[in-house]
């Protein structure tokens, strides 16, 4: 009898790759004992493909192959890309394209920043930079009575910055990467009449997470809501059913601090990771497709993977290196330097909570916490990798933000300006 030969499948668990139920598979090859049980098997096996071929055709969604023990698979080649990449689509140009000596962010032609402006992380602050304070052939033009702007490249007028403050919300109020990556370039053939091939580069800030979650708290503590935002996904907004609200009324409006952490579809909780994930991996908003654990994981991994191909990230902490990064990475200079700002409303409330509740806000927002250690690490190594390429960095570090002469520049107060409501925004 022949000896038989035998195959081992082994899947590795990280972080970012996602695996298989349960580690090695054993594949072994039977002896053949006639051409017709060959037959047979090359039959069955024909049957096989078609079926799953067939299945992925007339499946109306593509999560419907992801139950907890069928979980998509990372390729190791496409490891810095977004996820989606491994379904064919490319919704921007990684970070690791941008490192190469030849790269050049090209406002002549069809390059485009895209801000994922996450609640509660700075992006107010830094989409004002973006508009006002960047040293550019042809500045932004903001009018004085309403919060947009207009960035227009050199020699057209097509917008090289798709933005709150200058768009406006086209993707809907606070858009996350599942929104934006499915909106962004028909809004531009919209807006602009005209269908070019555009290359986009992402750009997003992170906050450390609790921080982030008690400003959100307190934001809403006053009043603010976010109604407008559609959280759309696989060709739908969420329903109702789906994201059941925390409160009845207009608005959650004087919450207190274990109402708000006591509401399990509140959004402020992991907003970070779910909002940079791909969420048609998961179900979109309907969590009955997989089990929670199987869903944490998805989106943790999704998220990881989008925030290391995006063009730009910073953190809210580290306001001078992420402006360096943004100078160095797209060659661009801001005219003032970025203020470190830790004092703020959520440290305060941090002082007043019970460790039973500190405790409770860690644990809802683990996934945050694990996305900023990762994003953390990944700034620092950035941020070590174009400090070894400068030759002048001691310099520019220590004057980042001062530039002599900055071409139409206009000085006008942000805050006295009305701000625009969602239906505005939109048109």
């Known amino acids: ?233 696989n060709g739908r907004p969420a329903t109702e059913e789906e994201i059941p609200p925390c409160y009845k009324g207009d608005s959650w409006e004087g919450v207190e601090i274990d109402e708000f952490v006591n509401c399990e579809s509140n959004l402020a909780i992991n907003r970070q990771t779910r909002m940079l994930a791909d969420l048609s991996l998961v179900g979109c908003y309907n969590k009955n497709h997989m089990s929670t654990v199987d869903r944490d994981r998805i989106m943790l991994a999704s998220a990881k993977r989008n925030l290391q191909a995006m063009a730009f990230f910073g953190l809210t902490e580290y306001q001078k290196i992420s402006q360096y990064i943004f100078e160095e990475t797209f060659n661009l200079r801001f005219a003032i330097p970025f203020e470190q700002n830790n004092s703020t409303v959520s440290s305060t409330t941090i002082s007043f909570l019970t460790p039973t509740e500190a405790a409770k806000i860690a644990t809802l927002n683990n996934l945050d916490i694990e996305l900023y250690k990762f994003a953390k690490k990944l700034l620092m190594d950035r941020f070590e990798r174009l400090k070894a390429r400068d030759s002048d960095f001691e310099t520019r570090f220590q004057h980042l933000g001062e530039i002599r002469t900055k071409n139409g520049e206009t000085e006008f107060d942000w805050d006295k300006l009305p701000d625009d409501d969602y239906e505005k925004n939109l048109n």
């Open 1 to 233: 009898m022949k000896s038989l030969r035998s195959v081992s499948v082994q899947c590795i668990d990280s972080d970012i790759a996602l695996i298989l139920p349960n580690g090695v598979y054993e594949i072994k090859q039977m002896e053949h004992k006639s051409s017709k049980l060959k037959r047979i098997s090359f039959f069955c096996l024909l049957l096989a493909v078609f079926g799953i071929l067939g299945f992925g055709y007339f499946c109306p969604d593509k999560v419907c192959a992801l139950s907890s023990r069928e979980l998509p698979i990372s390729i190791e080649d496409s490891f810095g890309k977004p996820l989606a990449q491994i379904y064919s689509t490319t919704v921007g140009l990684s970070y690791e394209d941008m490192l190469n000596d030849d790269f050049t962010f090209d406002m002549d032609s069809h390059d485009v920043m895209v801000f994922l402006h996450m609640q509660k992380t700075g992006g107010t602050s830094f989409g004002k930079h973006l508009v006002h304070d960047l040293d550019l052939k042809r500045p932004c033009t903001c009018p004085l009575t309403r919060k947009r702007c207009y960035c227009f490249r050199p020699h057209s007028n097509q917008s090289w910055l798709f933005s709150r403050y200058t768009t406006g919300w086209k993707c809907g109020l606070h858009a996350d990467w599942t929104e934006l990556t499915n909106c962004v370039d028909g809004k531009l053939d919209e807006i602009e009449a005209v269908q070019v091939k555009r290359r986009y580069f992402y750009i997003t800030l992170l906050r450390e997470p609790i921080s982030r979650y008690l400003s959100e708290f307190r934001h809403v503590q006053r009043g603010a809501t976010w109604k407008g935002a559609q959280h759309s996904c």
